[in-house]
């Protein structure tokens, strides 16, 4: 007998991220003195409604300095799923962080294991949020850039979202993964954002949904990269992480 096919639950979310804002407004001032950040191309990301920010991802600190610079607006991050299932104090300690500052744990081990995630995105981008995206997967273990994963376009064609390509340049020299503390650095770090993309559900060409995501994910790699002026490599970041520091 066949069973019934149960969808994937969504995942959970925070519904205010209250320490989303508490944390934002203890570190700002701090991160501003070490970092300085410079910030070019802020009007591209929507003041209101659903986007999309797709960035490069050096550092830990990514996901702290764009809500430095994104000041009006509340990023929920799409975040691995390891930073919500740790054990001990310390995993629940960090559990109860990213969940109270309303990010949502995303399964990487590949296959429809994803899927929960991506309800709940559409979901989210459905209620008007600004969702920040990683499309490398991971932190970059070397500085580089690597290829992107097909996720991001996935939601922007269910949703509709304009994808606002952006880049953090620096932060791999201030802290690379491994590192949790910043060095001092006399260099400015920056964060540029890029012009919306939007894409029709699908291509005109009647090319394999496949194929289109691969063209449509590679494009906006190329347009981080520009940002970012990194060198590029089409690897898999995952596949070079050194076990324990990514």
């Not at 979310?13 to 003195?33: A, D, F, H, M, S």
Request: aromatic share 6%; net charge positive.
């Amino acid at each position: 007998m066949g069973g019934r096919v149960t969808a994937p639950a969504e995942a959970p979310v925070q519904r205010n991220g209250y320490l989303y804002w508490v944390t934002k407004l203890v570190l700002t001032i701090p991160l501003v003195l070490v970092l300085r950040p410079k910030v070019e191309g802020l009007h591209h990301v929507p003041a209101s409604g659903p986007a999309i920010l797709a960035s490069n991802h050096t550092s830990f600190y990514d996901w702290l300095v764009l809500p430095l610079v994104v000041r009006r607006r509340r990023i929920i991050f799409l975040a691995k799923s390891s930073y919500f299932t740790g054990a001990g104090l310390r995993g629940r300690l960090r559990r109860y962080f990213f969940t109270a500052c309303g990010q949502v744990p995303v399964d990487r081990s590949g296959g429809g294991a994803g899927e929960a995630a991506l309800r709940t995105a559409l979901r989210l981008l459905d209620e008007g949020h600004l969702l920040g995206v990683f499309p490398e997967g991971t932190r970059s273990p070397d500085g580089r850039l690597h290829r992107g994963r097909t996720g991001v376009v996935r939601m922007a064609m269910a949703s509709g979202a304009p994808v606002v390509p952006c880049a953090t340049i620096g932060l791999f020299d201030v802290a690379p993964t491994g590192r949790v503390l910043p060095r001092l650095s006399r260099r400015r770090i920056a964060v540029r954002f890029g012009p919306p993309l939007t894409w029709p559900v699908a291509a005109q060409d009647g090319a394999p949904e496949g194929t289109v995501l691969r063209q449509r994910t590679d494009e906006l790699m190329s347009l981080i990269q520009q940002l970012s002026e990194q060198e590029y490599t089409d690897t898999d970041a995952r596949g070079l992480q050194v076990e324990g520091r990514a």
